[in-house]
């Protein structure tokens, strides 16, 4: 066997065992707007360059679906192919909208080619339509969802839609809440999937002990749960994270020094070690939504609203701080200690004296709940059930139809339809209801999640874009073939 493609094998290796790392990224904007190409170039390249931590530069979407089109492919992709940004693609499942999202897929692959296939992790066929699909979900109005058999046809249609394309060897998988993956009703799902998607938001567990201090223990009860439901299959931690400002919810206070504790005790472990897409980079913009989760403000920038060294980095941690120091008081959105403007929200309990609910709540073109802190729910996790900027649902949550509707822009979800659409962002929550959500993100990688770069690609390109993913169990996978070639 020649040296390079000895090199090209180990490489090849090491790019399949690295754990992927990156953002959530919505269609729209806080105000409805869809996002455009530059848009979401401009953001990959900002998540590659935040200071204080480096590598995020993979991106999980919601939808294959350009918004204001019917089934054009998201502009996302070209953006990803031009910032070298990983994909973890979404079709959204719920709504009755499966054959535009399969007819967007189909031409992303003829119209890009390997230079987009060879950027996928994997898929995900919907995105918690089983949680919404429940009875917890129900009494929080979360949106309409589809059932465990629904959600196995649309697997089958998007295996049977790749087979025999250069995409045909993507994993697939399914993104919802542990309690959804935890319900026996679900497991032709988990039998369905090569991997399960985890969303978990301790600051929601409104019914628990939920303050900073408790978050972790919360986050790391809810993703054993979910790995024991799975098996031997994988789990993804495909959605967290902790608000910057918004509503207190029970004991959890939104705030950067909170947000920052939440990174370095849930991030920070899972960085590198499991597939995880944080939610979110930037949710704030042009308008702030309650909560608003952005690890940057309102304007895109890659000094952080909080530090994101991770403890024990080598970054320098006085660097990192005194930049997001400078990001925070030069941004006028999410850390506004003022509140000038906010529409809904407490300051009691904020840390700081940041007001918790200083984020505008009621982003102009769009309706958002607000969160009770009160609320009698066991609900634990992503519960999510109001998005109006950030994820991508619809423009205006409607609390009596159960979904997120729009009746002005072409290609959303229209006022007479009754399911969720994937345009719109996050902008709250209601959780007045005793749901028992328990939402939690969960993560792993494999060589299922190989972005292309096999054996028969050059080894000069393999090793360029494998060197950064080199440790661990990886050099000695390169060190196995080096020996190997020494015996020669």
Known sequence: MHLSHLLAFALSLATSEAAYKGFNYGAAKSDGSSMQQSDFQSQFATAKKLVGTSGFNSARLYTMIQGGTTNTPISAIPAAIAEETSLLLGLWASGGGMDNELAALKSAISQYGESFTKLVVGISVGSEDLYRNSQEGAQVDAGVGIGPEELVSYIKEVRSAIAGTSLSGASIGHVDTWTAWTNGSNSAAIDAVDWLGF??????????????????????????????????????????????????????????????????????????????????????????????????????????????????????????????????????????????????????????????????????????????????????????????????????????????????????????????????????????????????????????????SGASSSSSALAANSAASLSGSTFGAVVAVCAFMIAL
């Open 199 to 452: 969303d978990g938001y301790p600051y929601y567990q409104s019914s628990m002990s939920n303050s900073i201090s408790d978050a972790k223990a919360l986050f790391d009860e809810s993703v054993a749960k979910t790995k024991a439901a799975a098996g031997d299959k994988e789990v993804w931690i495909t959605e967290t994270g902790w608000p910057v400002s918004g509503d207190t919810q029970n004991l959890a206070v939104a705030s950067p020094e909170n947000a920052k504790t939440y990174w370095d005790e849930v991030g920070c472990p899972l960085f590198g070690e499991t597939n995880t897409w944080w939610y979110i980079l930037q949710d704030a913009n042009p308008s702030t939504p309650n909560p608003s989760f952005g690890v940057v403000g309102s304007t895109l920038s890659t000094s952080p609203l909080f530090n994101l060294t991770c403890p024990g980095d080598s970054t320098s941690s006085k660097s990192s701080s005194t930049s997001a120091s400078s990001s925070t008081a030069s941004d006028s959105v999410a850390v506004s200690s003022t509140a000038s403007g906010s529409a809904s929200g407490s300051a009691s309990g904020s840390a700081s004296g940041s007001a918790s609910g200083s984020a505008s709540g009621s982003a102009s073109g769009s309706a958002s709940a607000t969160p009770s802190s009160t609320a009698s729910s066991t609900r634990v996790g992503a519960s999510k059930p109001t998005f109006s900027a950030g994820k991508g649902m619809g423009n205006s949550f409607n609390s009596t139809r159960g979904g997120y509707l729009n009746s002005t822009t072409a290609g959303y979800r229209n006022s007479t339809s009754t399911g969720a659409f994937p345009f719109a962002t996050k902008s709250g929550s209601a959780s007045g209801a005793s749901s028992t959500k328990v939402g939690s993100p969960a993560g792993g990688s494999g060589a299922s999640s190989s972005t292309g």
